[in-house]
């Protein structure tokens, strides 16, 4: 057989396995992860995530300004890196890390009396700040993996991290330490992740840097990195501004919303373009067979985001009436929604963005994000000054439904069939929450009616998917069986 061929099923097959193993060695961490922010949520004040999330967006300033793309090169990047591009890239990305801690450090308090955190803030600030040295210290091992598409290991310290992180966020949070539970957790998960994915993937740098190869590896990087640093403007840097214009407790209220209607996103899509990526990059040269690919990543993740977000709106509003002390995020639903509108549109958007810098062409996706984050703080301003902080979610809705222009983008290189392959999932997801919302008046209104509600939905949803279409989840999930039993 062609070795091109042979590449390309050898790709396939780690692309389906890397992505269900993701999902399943992921399901737990998931799982563990819902029920440990919604336990937060219930022993934590508005104010005191308010406070967190406003600190986590101003962390993620110096986040992507601490790379210049230079970890997707590699991994975009045709022929197998070297050893000196892998020390390269690790020795300008130390360079620019330790000097991204030090400022930061340096400014920390003058940060804190723009925001007017109090000491347990600003400590929480600097502890973030110094977790960018230990994550920067895990990008090499984490690139050798995903290149090499061995995602079975590279789940392993991200499991770990998110158990620790929240772990002891959640027992300390029992016993009142307040906002400095999050300050520990964030120490412990760095440590642990640092420590693990370095037994997991022993990586040794050499004491060599090449320009040459620096300034190659630039070319994809820099324009790759800027659109990073355009979305933290669209986003993190829209958070520090509202930071100031909007209390904590409205704060509070933005990042709830935004984690319980993401959280679809990060369990399915994030497992999904972790792993297509790197097999899009692969693929990159057969038109064909990456058409094929992107379909069925379309269908996959929308097969499982749609319902998982019907089935938020009805679930999350029931939590919030029934479980004591958890009234006061009933001012969050009405962002719950708009933020459920944007992940719907991400779910899609983002795996065709995620094309095109596979393919090698990121400026494609920077014009664009010129266009979103100018929209994105022009919308804010307005809906914030007549809405309120509900402004912020009605703005980023507005802003979803508009990337949707990726779409003509994508077709130009790739024809590949959207409405086609969400066509289903749509009409599923309608039909199940439809469903439930007639017969929800006889559903009793406490745990065991939201045990019911979740029992039924996923009932309805795999009826109605497997009558429209039984025959292709059949030839779907032989294809999975089979891509596990084969050996490379």
């Known amino acids: 057989m062609d070795e091109t061929v042979l590449d390309i099923e050898l790709i396939k097959k780690r692309a389906i396995s890397g992505i269900v193993t993701f999902t399943i060695r992921t399901f737990f961490v998931q799982a563990f992860t819902f029920f440990a ?21 101003i962390l993620n300033l110096f986040v992507y300004f601490s790379d210049i793309g230079l970890a997707a090169a590699l991994v975009q990047k045709r022929e197998e890196p070297t050893k000196e591009d892998y020390s390269t890239v690790f020795f300008l990305q130390q360079a620019i890390i330790i000097t991204l801690v030090v400022i930061g450090l340096i400014f920390s308090s003058k940060i804190a009396g723009f925001y007017k955190l109090d000491h347990q803030s600003l400590f929480l600030l600097r502890i973030l700040i110094f977790s960018l040295l230990l994550s920067s210290l895990k990008t090499l091992p984490s690139i050798i993996l995903e290149r090499h598409m061995n995602f079975t290991k590279l789940v392993i310290p991200q499991i770990l991290e998110n158990v620790v992180f929240y772990s002891v966020a959640m027992v300390l949070a029992y016993f009142k330490f307040g906002l400095s539970s999050f300050t520990w957790a964030v120490l412990a998960r760095g440590l642990i992740g640092l420590v693990v994915l370095y037994i997991i993937s022993p990586w040794k740098p050499s004491w060599i840097f090449d320009y040459k190869k620096a300034k190659k590896l630039t070319s994809f990087g820099v324009p790759f990195q800027l659109n990073s640093i355009l979305a933290l403007i669209k986003d993190d840097l829209l958070t520090v501004f509202v930071g100031k214009i909007l209390t904590h407790a409205e704060i509070g209220y933005i990042g709830w919303s935004q984690k319980f209607a993401f959280v679809p996103l990060r369990f399915f899509m994030d497992n999904t373009i972790k792993v297509t990526f790197p097999s899009y990059s692969r693929l990159q040269h057969d038109l064909k067979i990456l058409k094929q690919a992107v379909e069925k990543s379309i269908f996959f993740v929308t097969f499982l985001v749609y319902p998982s977000l019907a089935g938020i709106l009805l679930i999350i509003p029931k939590l919030v009436k029934i479980i004591p002390n958890y009234g006061k995020w009933e ?26 810098f596979a393919i090698g062409k990121p400026n ?19 809906l ?28 130009q290189v790739v024809d590949v069939s959207i409405f086609k392959n969400i066509l289903i999932p749509i009409a599923s997801t309608l039909f199940m929450y439809l469903a439930l919302r007639i017969i929800d008046p006889i559903i009793p209104n406490n745990i065991i009616g939201i045990v019911l509600t979740i029992m039924i939905s996923v009932s309805l949803y795999v009826a109605c998917s497997y009558a429209l279409l039984g025959k292709k989840i059949v030839e779907d999930t032989k294809t999975i069986v089979d891509s596990f039993r084969k050996k490379s």
């Open 331 to 356: 001012p969050a639903l009405p962002l719950l929604f708009l933020f459920v509108i944007n992940a719907a549109f991400a779910a899609v958007n983002t795996t065709l963005t995620n094309i095109l």
């Open 364 to 382: 494609i996706i920077l014009k664009l994000m010129v266009f979103w984050t100018i929209l994105t703080w022009v919308l804010t301003f307005f």
């Open 37 to 57: 922010t919604f336990i937060l949520t219930i022993l934590l004040d508005p104010s005191i995530f308010g406070v967190f999330f406003l600190v986590s967006s």
């Open 384 to 411: 914030v000054k007549t809405y309120g902080f509900y402004g912020v979610a009605l703005a980023s809705a507005i802003v979803a439904a508009s990337t949707s222009i990726t779409v003509y983008f994508v077709k």
